[in-house]
C-alpha cells in the first residue's frame, strides 16, 4: 500500500540487559554447533519485567522524543506475538490508564512477527480516513522468558529475544516518510506453523509448549508423505521477492536507492541467503551486526533497527532503508521508510 | 552454455550445498527435488542466489514454479531459455 503523507514523528524502543551466546553454551541452554552455524551473538533478556511495562516505556520515550501529547492522538495499536498478562485482559488497557486515555481508538494486533508491518499499515489507512492531522501510536512488546516456550530452540536459526519498539505515525510533518507499507501470504504453507498440533483445545489451555522446529519438521513430513513435496516452501521465497518488487514500486523507487536493509535478527546465513544476496545486495548495508547481539524480538526488529540507525545517525535525511519480515502464514511483510529531515533526538 | 552444461554445473552444486549430509540422495538431472523436500524457501533462495552469482542468469520470481524447478533438468532448461533471451 501507497502511504504518500504518512510521516514517522518518532521511533522509540525499550531493550534489556543482554546475555551472550558463548554464556548460554556454557550453562547449556544453547547447542554449541548452533553457535557456530547461525554466529548470533546474544540475546536480550527481560527477567520478570513485564511486556507491557516494556511497551509503555517505549511508547513514553517515542512520544517525549518528538513532543507529542499522547491524548491528541486518534489510534493506539498494541502488537504481540506472546502472551502479555491476565488471559482476557488485553495489554493496550494498561497504556490506556498510563499514557493515552480513553478516548483513544485502542486495539490489540496479532501477526506473529510481522504485526509492526500490518498495524503500521491499517494505522496509516486509519490516519486518512477522517480530516487531519491525525496520529497513530503503534507499539509492541514481548517477553518470552516463560514456561511453555524456549527461546533458545523455539525455531530454527534465531533466539527469542524480549523488548519493546513504538512509531509515532502522523499526517503532520515528520523526520522521516512511511512511503510504502504492505503484506502478502502463502496460505498453503500456513500448516508450517501449527504443524499436526490440534486446533482444539488452544494449546496454551493444556499446556502445551510452542516449539516450532517441531511443528516445521512434522509439516514437511506430511508434505513428502503426501507426495504434495516442499513447492509450497519455494512459493514463500517467490512471494518475498515479488512483494519487495512491490513495495519498492509503491515507494516510487529501486534497489539501487536502498541505503540500509533491516530484515529479522536471523542468523547470517538466513539473512544473507534469503534477503540479502536474494536481493542481490552486500550484507554491508543489513543490520545483521547489530541484530545478531538482540535476538529476533518479536514483531520489534526491524522498527528496532530504524530506531537505532536514526539515532545514530547512519540513517541521514535522503536515505531510503527497506524493512522485511516473513513470520507464520505464511506471511511476508515489507516496508520502506524514507529519512527526510534530522530527527528530534539524538544519542 | 548449453542446457547440459548448465545441468552439469547444478548438479553437484545441489549435492554438495543443499543436500542434508546424512541423507543418501545422490542427485542427477532427474532428481525430483520438490518431491524430496530437497528445496525448502532457504535452500531456494541458495540455489537461485548461485544461479545469479554464478551461472549469471537471473530468475524472475514469476518463473519460479513447481513444473519448472521440478528437477535440476527443468531447471537447467528455465537458464537456457532466459540466458537465449537475455542475449537475443
Known amino acids: ?347 | 552454455m548449453t542446457a547440459e552444461e548448465y545441468a552439469s554445473k547444478l548438479v553437484p552444486f545441489i549435492q554438495e550445498n543443499l543436500v542434508p549430509k546424512d541423507s543418501d540422495v545422490t542427485v542427477d538431472e532427474s532428481t525430483p527435488l520438490l518431491e524430496l523436500g530437497i528445496l525448502d524457501s532457504l535452500k531456494t533462495a541458495i540455489l537461485m542466489n548461485y544461479i545469479r552469482n554464478e551461472l549469471g542468469v537471473v530468475i524472475p520470481p514469476e518463473q519460479l514454479s513447481n513444473s519448472n524447478f521440478k528437477s535440476p533438468g527443468t531447471i537447467a532448461a528455465v537458464i537456457t531459455d532466459l540466458a537465449a533471451s537475455n542475449a537475443g
Not at chain 1, 519498539?165 to 522521516?176: N, R
Request: aromatic content about 6%.
Open chain 1, 1 to 347: 500500500m501507497r502511504t504518500p503523507d504518512i510521516f514517522i514523528k518518532a521511533t522509540g524502543r525499550f531493550l534489556p540487559e543482554t546475555v551472550s551466546v558463548e554464556w548460554a553454551v556454557e550453562q547449556g541452554h544453547y547447542p554449541a554447533r548452533d553457535a557456530e552455524l547461525h554466529e548470533l551473538g546474544g540475546v536480550a533478556v527481560a527477567g520478570d519485567t513485564p511486556a507491557p511495562d516494556m511497551a509503555l516505556w517505549a511508547a513514553q520515550e517515542a512520544l517525549k522524543r518528538c513532543g507529542h501529547r499522547p491524548e491528541d492522538l486518534d489510534l493506539l495499536l498494541y502488537v504481540n506475538s506472546w502472551h502479555q498478562g491476565p488471559d482476557g485482559w488485553q495489554p493496550q488497557y494498561y497504556l490506556q490508564r498510563l499514557l493515552v486515555g480513553g478516548d483513544v481508538l485502542s486495539v490489540n494486533v496479532q501477526h506473529g512477527c510481522n504485526g509492526m508491518f500490518s498495524a503500521m499499515e491499517l494505522a496509516a489507512a486509519h490516519l486518512q480516513a477522517g480530516p487531519g492531522p491525525r496520529s497513530a501510536l503503534v507499539v509492541a512488546s514481548d517477553n518470552f522468558g516463560t514456561p511453555l516456550m524456549n527461546r533458545w530452540t523455539m525455531g530454527a536459526g534465531y533466539i527469542a529475544g524480549d523488548g519493546a519498539s513504538a512509531v509515532v505515525l502522523t499526517t503532520d510533518p515528520g523526520f522521516a516518510r512511511l512511503l510504502a507499507v504492505g503484506s502478502v501470504a502463502v496460505p498453503d504453507a500456513e500448516q508450517m506453523h501449527r504443524g499436526s498440533e490440534p486446533l482444539f483445545p488452544p494449546g496454551p489451555t493444556i499446556g502445551r509448549a510452542v516449539d516450532f522446529t517441531a511443528r516445521n519438521d512434522s509439516f514437511r513430513e506430511q508434505a513428502l508423505s503426501q507426495g504434495m513435496g516442499t513447492g509450497v516452501l519455494m512459493q514463500v521465497h517467490q512471494r518475498t521477492l515479488e512483494l519487495v518488487d512491490r513495495t519498492l514500486s509503491e515507494a516510487g523507487i529501486t534497489l539501487g536507492d536502498v541505503w540500509r536493509v533491516a530484515y529479522m535478527n536471523f542468523s547470517r546465513e538466513i539473512v544473507e541467503q534469503r534477503c540479502m544476496a536474494a536481493l542481490g545486495l552486500p550484507m554491508s548495508i543489513s543490520t545483521w551486526e547489530f541484530g545478531r547481539t538482540l535476538g529476533h524480538v518479536g514483531a520489534s526488529d526491524q522498527i528496532v533497527s530504524l530506531d537505532e540507525l536514526v539515532t545514530t545517525g547512519e540513517l541521514r535525511p535522503g536515505d531510503h532503508m527497506l524493512l522485511l519480515g516473513m513470520g507464520p502464514g505464511v506471511t511476508l511483510s515489507c516496508a520502506v521508510v524514507k529519512v527526510v529531515t534530522p530527527p528530534p533526538w539524538s544519542d
